[in-house]
């Protein structure tokens, strides 16, 4: 179904493309930018504008009439393709074409999960000074380095003094909207990443009670379970990039022991924990058992299919998942699938955002800033995040759109004891050590070695 369109030839071309013509590694960018680390050559011959002008074909549409506009047009990145939030941000975008129909937009994805694709684009695009308009990007940490390097705009007053975006939006997705201390970026959404989701009818035929795991480790005996009592896999994953694995293991750190322990590690005391992250990597390496046989072909959106085909039980996932649940007709939240938080982590939740920032030689700077006010509002969040299978940042959002699922993350954030930051999605950590653990994390699944990933990741902050 949609992994057609997330594994597009396009995007893979332009990603080799981006990649090949080289050196803009994390850490060169990092380094360039000013953003610490560093120390590879940035140089680049060949201008970002080539990649964009291949991937627009990649499922972009531009969505509003032809028409003499004042405004220039708006060129926005992002990675949602197919079951990864197609529909989400094409509601966001029917709305803003609603509210400036005489604003021109250029949706211009570069699909692959996570941003394992567009990071490259972006961050060749803003060295070359030829930034879009506005991209899909994680805040917090990982903005740091483009603020650093002044890259980015402060948008304080022409975009969070409106709609009473300042006094609407929540704490944290307000802090994370600021990495240097100005505002840079817009928070469009609230994932949570301590998930997991299940088959119900693949579960109850075994005769085990998700509810009832209360354990990362006991997650294995029900899964051994499982596929004794059914033709299913126990987790179905994806290991051809390495994201969803870093996901699963930071949340298995979590659940194997306390936010303190979580905390600290993102900070870069991996040594102190040496026992804590060497216990939750052998847990994955337990999990792998049980993965679906094709776990390294697949991609996250084909991975979670095998939940809706009834092929797999357990799936550790943000909860876009259940935004591809909610797609699909027939498939019902509690008597079709249903939800956990994962094994050890109840009262926590751990959660990842997507903002739009406003770069510094913005082409289009008037457009981009009606078009950040519109992420910024009620009518944006309500149109895009039950779609997406996440919350709005803001708190006047009507729950009506939202559903059963998301409504249950709503309570559970508002009651949650702690909300950790992203440490794949780079919310906690800045982009270098983030990549480097990264690296890591692409050993990890290929060799299972709990003694060198470890070690490896003993050296990611360095
Ligand atoms: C996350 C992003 C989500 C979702 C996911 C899978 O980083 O925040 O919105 O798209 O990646 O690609």
């Not at 803003?96 to 005489?102: I, L, Q, T, V």
């Not at 994201?243 to 870069?268: H, I, K, M, P």
Request: hydrophobic share 35%.
């Amino acid at each position: 179904m949609t992994d057609a369109n997330e594994d597009s030839d396009v995007s893979r071309r332009d990603y080799i493309k981006a990649a090949g013509a080289g050196t803009i590694g994390v850490t060169g960018l990092a380094g360039c930018m000013g953003g610490g680390g560093g120390g590879d050559s940035t140089t680049t011959t060949d201008s970002g504008s080539d990649e964009t002008t291949e991937s627009t074909d990649d499922g972009g549409e531009t969505t509003t009439e032809e028409s003499s506009s004042d405004y220039e047009t708006l060129e926005v990145q992002h990675w949602w393709t197919g079951g990864d939030g197609a529909a989400a941000v094409e509601a966001l975008f029917e709305g803003f074409a609603e509210a400036y129909p005489d604003i021109e937009v250029n949706q211009n994805p570069v699909s692959g999960g996570a941003g394992q694709n567009l990071e490259t684009v972006i961050k060749k695009r803003v060295l070359n000074n030829n930034p879009p308009s506005s991209w899909q990007a994680w805040p917090g940490a990982n903005l740091q380095p483009y603020v650093a390097a002044d890259k980015l705009e402060d948008i304080g007053d022409s975009v969070w003094s409106k709609n009473g975006m300042k006094d609407a939006y929540l704490e944290g997705p307000k802090e994370a909207a600021r990495p240097g201390g100005n505002f840079v970026t817009v928070p469009l959404n609230i994932h949570r990443i301590n998930n997991l989701f299940y088959n119900v009818s693949v579960v109850e035929e075994a005769g085990v009670d998700p509810a009832s795991i209360e354990t990362p480790g006991d997650l294995v005996s029900a899964m051994e379970t499982v596929e004794s009592k059914t033709d299913a896999v126990g987790m179905a994953h994806q290991t051809s990039s390495a994201w969803s694995t870093t996901q699963l293991w930071a949340t298995v750190l979590l659940g194997e022991n306390d936010v303190e322990t979580y905390n600290s590690f993102a900070e870069g005391n991996v040594a102190d924990d040496e026992e804590a992250v060497k216990s939750s990597l052998q847990t994955v390496v337990d999990y792998a058992e049980h993965f679906n046989d094709d776990a390294g072909s697949v991609s996250w959106t084909e991975a979670n299919q095998k939940i809706l085909n009834g092929e797999a039980a357990f799936f550790h996932q943000g909860d876009w998942a259940a935004g591809m649940y909610r797609g699909q007709d027939g498939f019902e939240f509690e008597d079709d699938w249903d939800h956990v938080p994962f094994p050890g982590t109840e009262g926590v939740y751990a959660l990842n955002m997507d903002s739009f920032p406003f770069p510094t030689n913005n082409p289009s700077p008037e457009a981009t800033t009606k078009f950040l006010q519109y992420v910024g509002s009620v009518d944006a969040q309500e149109r895009f995040n039950p779609k997406k299978g996440s919350i709005p940042p803001r708190t006047d959002v009507p729950s009506d759109e939202f559903g059963p699922f998301l409504t249950r993350q709503m309570d559970d954030f508002q009651n949650s004891d702690s909300q950790v930051q992203s440490i794949e999605h780079g919310l906690a950590i800045a982009p270098d050590p983030k990549s480097n653990i990264s690296d890591a994390m692409a050993s990890f699944i290929s060799n299972w070695n709990v003694d060198n990933t470890y070690q490896q990741l003993t050296q990611a902050f360095n």
